[in-house]
């Protein structure tokens, strides 16, 4: 008996002498190869260099979205140098939200296109108003309201379908109450150009508003002194091609259409990058 353990513990010393060495090669394997080869590790070359004389862009999305609505278009423009800035934006009403990306605008390095979609059109159009930071503004299928005009006013104007598909939403105990796109509507009028399935998972992920969004009035608005870009998107179903094409002649913007949903951006963000890309020349 005494034997036999003597016999095991040998052979069981045996093999965990045998593991240790081959971990103590492993690793030394691992600690060369990480040293020795360069092409492993990730290296400046991989991340896109930003252009300086490019204007940088700020992107800021609307209502029943949020920044990663922007992830196409953002992933183009930073592979042609340009300096990215993606808002979140709070939803909280006109007022608010412009004055939370004026913070942001006057933060940025140097001259600054502002793009909106949507209700960020209405945010932008505010919020560069007067600022040096601002170097022009770009509306994809967006809101480009004038003084005193209000969302929810130009909504009704231009037979939009807000009033129709939104429905409250749960603010736990807030006073203030919210609207999002009911979940069976959203895919037919926000998204019919993106799978069922991606325009299921984009409605899931809607980001409510605040119903002071569509009543509070605009300000002076920045297209009146700077140079303006249009997208139109001709399919949209949440602001009517027509509405958008009146908004852009008055704000005297260069316009280009495209066939694409109200998501735009999502479907056909190279639309997108090309107007963005227009207006970056323009302005240099």
């Keep these: 008996m005494s034997t036999m353990r003597k016999s095991f513990g040998l052979r069981r010393s ?4 045998m593991l240790m060495s081959a971990l103590t090669l492993t690793l030394a394997a691992a600690a060369c190869s990480s040293s020795g080869d360069k092409s492993a590790a990730p290296t400046s070359a991989t991340v896109p260099a930003v252009d300086p004389n490019k204007p940088g862009v700020l992107l800021v999305h609307g209502a029943f979205a949020d920044g990663s609505s922007w992830g196409g278009v953002a992933e183009q423009l930073q592979a042609k140098g340009f300096r990215v800035t993606t808002a979140a934006v709070p939803l909280r009403g006109l007022e608010y939200d412009s004055a939370y990306i004026r913070g942001i605008l006057d933060e940025m390095p140097g001259k600054t296109l502002l793009v909106g979609h949507s209700y960020g059109g209405a945010v932008i159009t505010n919020a560069a108003a007067g600022s040096p930071k601002a170097a022009g503004l770009v509306y994809v299928t967006a809101f480009a309201p004038d ?13 939009g379908p807000a009033t129709k598909i939104t429905v409250p939403h749960p603010v736990g ?32 992920g809607q980001r409510p ?26 399919d949209d179903r949440m602001i ?7 908004m852009a002649r008055r704000a005297n913007a260069t316009v280009t259409e495209h066939a694409g949903s109200h998501a735009i951006a999502v479907s056909h963000p190279d639309a997108v990058v090309a107007v963005i890309d227009q207006a970056a020349g323009a302005v240099h």
Excluded: H
């Design 14 to 17: 045996g093999r965990t002498m």
């Design 173 to 204: 105990g807030s006073p203030v109450p919210e609207l999002r796109v009911a979940d069976d509507k959203f895919p037919e009028y926000f998204a019919q150009d993106l799978s069922p399935a991606k325009a299921a998972v984009f409605a899931a």
């Design 240 to 246: 009517p091609p027509a509405g958008q094409r009146e």
């Design 147 to 159: 003084k005193g005009e209000s969302l929810g006013e130009l909504d009704g104007r231009f037979g």
């Design 209 to 234: 508003i605040s119903v002071a969004a569509f009543t509070e009035q605009t300000g002076e608005p920045a297209w009146k002194t700077l140079p303006s870009w249009y997208l139109v998107a001709t």
